[in-house]
T-cell receptor, first 113, second 111 residues
Framework: KAGVTQTPRYLIKTRGQQVTLSCSPI?????VSWYQQTPGQGLQFLFE???????NKGNFPGRFSGRQFSNSRSEMNVSTLELGDSALYLC????????????FGPGTRLTVL | SQKIEQNSEALNIQEGKTATLTCNYT??????LQWYRQDPGRGPVFLLL?????KEKRKERLKVTFDTTLKQSLFHITASQPADSATYLC??????????FGTGTRLTVIP
């Protein structure tokens, strides 16, 4: 089975722009979670989607949003980018929410200039 | 406030020795604790899970202990090899189904 794929792998944007990142879960997995990883804060949970519905949300401003499509693929969007949004954005999939094991993709490295 | 601390940012050990990594937490009530390995440029890879009512778990050269009184988990790699060099992350799953990660320990095994 193919693993979790994320596109693009690298992205450079400027302050004030918006960005959309994409995640394709492992085939058959219906739950997708998004995380932000920075050197200072580590891995922080953004949100979780299942059956096209957001089930859980971390403590991030409303500029961070996401959605999930009927094929379980997910996108996250960050509007009005700030320098502090520079990070590795990871998505992870599992069969259903609450599964003990989730599988991470390679991440999208976002740099905001 | 809630905190998850991994003992050191970096740990160097000699090949063949046992590496011991520490994860301490405050103000969490974890349902279970997980350990992940992360290599540069890649996402974390799940290694082991230990539940609140378990004291120890093993998988090949890996061993995890969990002490809910001390609020601490220890992660051991025995007979360490240079290929074990990576960043290791602990993560707590709470009853609210949220997963919280530590900032990781970068392990280097010196040949």
């Amino acid at each position: 089975k193919a693993g979790v794929t994320q596109t693009p792998r690298y992205l450079i944007k400027t302050r004030g722009q918006q960005v959309t990142l994409s995640c394709s879960p492992i085939s058959g997995h219906r739950s997708v979670s998004w995380y932000q990883q920075t050197p200072g804060q580590g891995l922080q949970f953004l949100f979780e989607y299942f059956s096209e519905t957001q089930r859980n949300k971390g403590n991030f401003p409303g500029r961070f949003s996401g959605r999930q499509f009927s094929n379980s693929r997910s996108e996250m969007n960050v509007s009005t980018l700030e320098l502090g949004d520079s990070a590795l954005y990871l998505c992870a999939s599992s069969l259903v929410p609450g599964e003990d094991t989730q599988y991470f993709g390679p991440g999208t490295r976002l740099t905001v200039l | 406030s809630q905190k998850i601390e991994q003992n050191s940012e970096a740990l160097n050990i000699q090949e063949g020795k046992t590496a011991t990594l520490t994860c301490n937490y405050t103000n969490y009530s974890p349902a279970y604790l997980q350990w992940y390995r992360q290599d540069p440029g890649r996402g974390p890879v799940f290694l082991l899970l230990i539940r609140e009512n378990e004291k120890e778990k093993r998988k090949e050269r890996l061993k995890v202990t969990f002490d809910t009184t001390l609020k601490q988990s220890l992660f051991h790699i025995t007979a360490s090899q240079p290929a074990d060099s990576a960043t290791y992350l602990c993560a707590l799953k709470t009853g609210a189904n949220n997963l919280f990660f530590g900032t990781g320990t970068r392990l280097t095994v010196i040949p």
